[in-house]
Nanobody, 125 residues
Framework: QSHLVESGGNLVQSGGSLRLSCAGS????????ISWFRQAPGKEREGVSC????????GYADSVEGRFTISRDNAKNAVYLEMNSLKTEETAVYYC??????????????????WGQGTQVTVSS
């Protein structure tokens, strides 16, 4: 049983926007730093963005800086990824992952203790 549940993936045209959600299932997201990753077909998983547990500080991969925004709503036990100006090469399965580190530790997969099942984002030309 996954503790994290992603939603919001969809088919969108290039230049469009989507908002992904990561919800905690019997799991208090506010206690964890949360990152979003993505994995495109035939490619390695890459880190996209992180929001820390302690201060709510955020970080972004260079490729999404200025277009994506990560946020959290502890009252709703959720973390969001707002994605704007999407590109076709950003078609991927997007995952959220949680780490007990109170600050974002980077995007090494081994640093994260819990993973969701993923949500598909498809960006068409």
């Amino acid at each position: 049983q996954s503790h994290l549940v992603e939603s919001g993936g969809n088919l969108v045209q290039s230049g469009g926007s989507l908002r992904l959600s990561c919800a905690g299932s019997e799991f208090t997201l506010g206690l964890y730093s949360i990152s979003w990753f993505r994995q495109a077909p035939g490619k390695e998983r890459e880190g996209v963005s992180c929001i820390s547990a302690k201060s709510g500080s955020t970080g972004y991969a260079d490729s999404v800086e200025g277009r994506f925004t990560i946020s959290r709503d502890n009252a709703k036990n959720a973390v969001y990824l707002e994605m704007n100006s999407l590109k076709t090469e950003e078609t991927a399965v997007y995952y959220c992952a949680a780490t007990t580190d109170t600050y974002c530790p980077g995007y090494g997969a081994g640093l994260y203790h819990y993973w969701g099942q993923g949500t598909q984002v498809t960006v068409s030309s």
